[in-house]
């Protein structure tokens, strides 16, 4: 399919074919946005909230889709663009608001699939505490990094994705992902000595 | 390959993401250098424990397309584009008004009154030009004129 052929995909569709269209497409990749915008938002309320804009705007550009690429990249980038824009609102408002990050009963998650493993309780706990760790040292990357590390560490996905949801170069993933996980480690280690790693394999 | 070398490329080694040669080679300095190796398993324990932060997410989608709302609000941003579009239009006449008016003026005395070039070079200047030579005037001779007065 080449590129011109690729961008009319709605050609000949009426209105309700597209919605069905969309919806379609919207349902096969709805639980990756969710999981990708609650990594992002680290709240389950922020990421729900994320996912309809995202759908929102998704409808509204669905004709500069194009279908040579994946529906879910391209659905994800417009999340990840609507993150960015309410970030730097926040940012903005919080020079004459501060207020904290996390409430104090927010600070730490349950990690129900502990409780399911096999490890034996000391084990648990200090993965659980390890665990709260990284998802802290994880949210205060910069941004750009954050954004790698959630992509191609926490979600999995290869280099040529990241790439192509975050719109940059495949070297320029390879390198934030060096630095974000040398910063992570450095961080693990300044808490929890430097061979904590190495005894964690 | 040297060590330093090496780690900033342990990263892609641990996820594949390296051609085939760079492989090779960071695979043969890897064989040989314990340093490096150590700093791979730590990365690779690390990779293993970020990837341990997706386990717990457990939550459905239940998000249901609220099309009335979603045809509400396009409808709006077709009207916002709209007013967007015209209010542009509107500015780009106006500078274009504003540009052209401000040139024709220009050429006006220049070109439909050289004569006028004519008074200014004879009032700086003090020279009086002959009459033939005024009705030669046009808008190049005018402007070399004025320019020979300076």
Redesign the interface.
């Known amino acids: 399919m080449d590129k011109a052929e690729a961008q009319v995909w709605y050609q000949g569709l009426t209105l309700e074919e597209e919605?069905l269209w969309?919806?379609g497409k919207?349902k096969s990749c709805?639980?990756g946005?969710?999981?990708f915008a609650?990594?992002l938002s680290g709240n389950?309320d922020k990421a729900?909230d994320l996912?309809?804009e995202a759908?929102?705007r998704a409808?509204?550009y669905r004709r500069s889709y194009n279908n040579n690429y994946s529906f879910e990249s391209w659905i994800s980038t417009i999340l990840l663009n609507v993150y960015r824009q309410r970030l730097k609102k926040e940012k903005f408002f919080k020079i004459f608001h501060p207020v904290k990050e996390r409430e104090d009963g927010e600070e730490t998650?349950?990690?129900?699939?502990l409780e399911s493993s096999e490890e034996g309780p000391e084990e648990r706990t200090l993965?659980r505490e390890?665990?709260n760790f990284?998802?802290k040292a994880?949210e205060e990357l910069p941004s750009q990094m954050r954004e790698v590390?959630i992509l191609?560490?926490?979600?999995?996905y290869?280099?040529e994705e990241a790439s192509e949801i975050i719109g940059c170069p495949l070297g320029t993933v390879?390198s934030r992902?060096?630095r974000a996980?040398k910063k992570?480690?450095e961080l693990?280690e300044e808490s929890y000595g430097e061979d904590f790693?190495?005894a964690?394999? | 390959m040297n060590c330093e070398r090496t780690k900033?490329m342990?990263?892609?080694y641990l996820?594949k993401?390296l051609n085939a040669e760079e492989y090779r080679l960071l695979k043969e300095h890897l064989m040989c250098c314990p340093g490096c190796q150590?700093e791979l398993?730590?990365?690779?324990?690390?990779?293993n424990?970020?990837?341990?932060?997706?386990?717990?997410?457990?939550?459905?989608?239940d998000?249901k397309?609220d099309?009335e709302?979603?045809e509400k609000?396009?409808k709006l941003?077709t009207k916002k584009r709209i007013v967007c579009f015209s209010l542009a239009a509107i500015i780009a006449v106006l500078v274009l008004f504003l540009t052209f008016s401000q040139e024709w003026a220009k050429w006006e005395v220049e070109v439909i009154h050289p004569e006028a070039l004519v008074d200014l070079h004879q009032s700086l200047s003090g020279n009086q030009l002959d009459v033939s030579t005024k009705k030669e005037a046009n808008f190049i001779g005018t402007l070399e004129l004025v320019s020979g007065g300076k």
Do not use: P
């Not at chain 1, 998650?109 to 699939?113: G, I, P, Q, T, Y």
């Not at chain 2, 424990?49 to 989608?61: A, G, I, Q």
């Open positions: 919605k969309f919806e919207v709805e639980n946005l969710l999981r609650y990594h389950m729900r996912v309809q759908f929102l409808y509204q998650e349950v990690w129900d699939f993965k390890v665990l990284l998802q994880i590390i191609c560490d926490v979600m999995n290869s280099y390879r992902l060096h996980r992570v480690r693990v790693l190495s964690w394999e | 900033k342990l990263s892609a996820d993401e150590k398993n730590q990365l690779r324990a690390l990779k424990l970020t990837r341990c932060l997706d386990d717990n997410f457990n939550y459905h989608c998000i397309l099309w709302n979603i609000k396009t941003l």
